[in-house]
């Protein structure tokens, strides 16, 4: 990893992109949506201050648990002015997150363990179909595709059997 000087107040998105492990397309996309900022130079080159390592490490990190960019970006935003997340920030957001992890991972559990009864064949009859139709709700309205007819139906803007308005 490239080492940078400590008179090295700014990075250019290749040396960020270096330094982080992100890549450049990244580091442009986390931009666009807020996640960190940039200067620019005279001739319109991006400028970040260092502690954009420390935001980019927050958000991969963030990222790598399943949070979604939109949350990280609202995490963020609460900081004071701001500022790098540092460690109590990372342990306060963290512990807020944690039960959104639980129950996503409780869900995937589940449907893991259900996996074994689906056959993949989009009847949606099934009495316990984890992917398209759990506990069989569909079934009730009768025997064949229901979310396609209702689909189709809904597009057209008809109204008929099974239809859910």
């Known amino acids: 990893m490239p080492q ?6 700014e990075l250019t998105v290749g040396q960020l992109s270096a330094r982080s492990g992100a890549a450049v397309s990244a580091l442009h996309f986390y931009e666009s949506k807020g996640l960190i900022s940039s ?14 390592l420390r935001r980019v490490a927050f958000v991969r990190a963030a990222q790598r648990v399943g949070i979604p960019l939109a949350v990280i970006r609202d995490a963020l935003a609460e900081l004071p002015e701001e500022r790098t997340p540092n460690r109590e920030d990372w342990a306060r ?3 807020a997150w944690r039960s959104e992890l639980d129950e996503r991972i409780s869900q995937l559990q589940e449907l893991r363990d259900r996996l074994t009864d689906c056959i993949g064949c989009g ?7 984890a992917l398209s139709n759990p506990y069989d709700e569909l ?3 009768g025997t064949g595709a229901r979310r396609l007819r209702v689909d189709r139906e809904a597009r057209d803007g008809r109204s008929g059997p099974g239809t859910t308005r």
């Open 39 to 52: 200067t620019r130079t005279a001739g319109n080159q991006r400028r970040f201050t260092r502690d954009a």
């Open 4 to 9: 940078l000087s400590r008179k090295v107040h």
């Open 123 to 129: 009847c949606l009859s099934l009495e316990r179909c």
């Open 139 to 141: 079934g009730e309205q």
């Open 93 to 95: 957001l963290s512990e």
